[in-house]
Every structure is written in C-alpha cells, then in structure tokens.
C-alpha cells in the first residue's frame, strides 16, 4: 500500500513537472524586443521592460540569430551588451 503510494505521488510529480513546462512555453516573436531598439542602437541603457523581454526571448534568440533579416540587428555589440546589462547574455548557437 506505501509503495504505490509513493508510486502515485512520483506519478503526480513528473506530470506537474511537464505541465509547468507546457505553461512557460514562449512565442517567438522579434517584435516583443521592440523595447529594447533605443537601447541596441545608442548607449542607453535597457529599460525594465526591455529586460524583461530579452528574458522572455531568449529561447528565441538562436532563432533570430540564424535569420539574415534580423541577424544584422540583434548581432550587435550593443546588442549583446543590453542582454548582458539585463543578465541574459547571449547564447552559444
């Protein structure tokens, strides 16, 4: 009886697990980092708002990355350095 007990509870654990995941799912799209375009292209620093987008992105950045009409803007020195400020630096893609 306690061990399928403890069975059940495991049970419930791992399909908790995957519903959080399921929920934190994130839709790419560049124009959610609309906040951050002062920042990327002058010395600003990010607002709240931008940061909280990049950390919402950054799933997507690879994504971005690999797409040569958006490449240009998001492979960026500054780019990278509002990420950073933000403490989402980017990935290794």
Not at 21 to 46: D, G, K, R, Y
Not at 48 to 74: A, G, M, R, T
Request: glycine residues 2%; proline residues 8%; charged residues 15%.
């Amino acid at each position: 009886m306690k061990a399928s007990y403890i069975a059940l509870c495991a049970v419930m654990v791992i399909l908790l697990a995957e519903a959080v995941e399921v929920s934190t799912a994130v839709t790419c799209s560049p124009t959610q980092l609309s906040s951050c375009v002062s920042a990327i292209t002058s010395s600003s620093p990010p607002s709240q708002l931008c940061c909280s987008k990049i950390k919402e992105q950054k799933p997507c950045l690879c994504q971005y990355l690999k797409n040569p009409n958006l490449k240009k803007f998001i492979n960026t020195g500054n780019a990278r350095k509002v990420a950073s400020t933000c403490g989402t630096p980017f990935p290794k893609c």
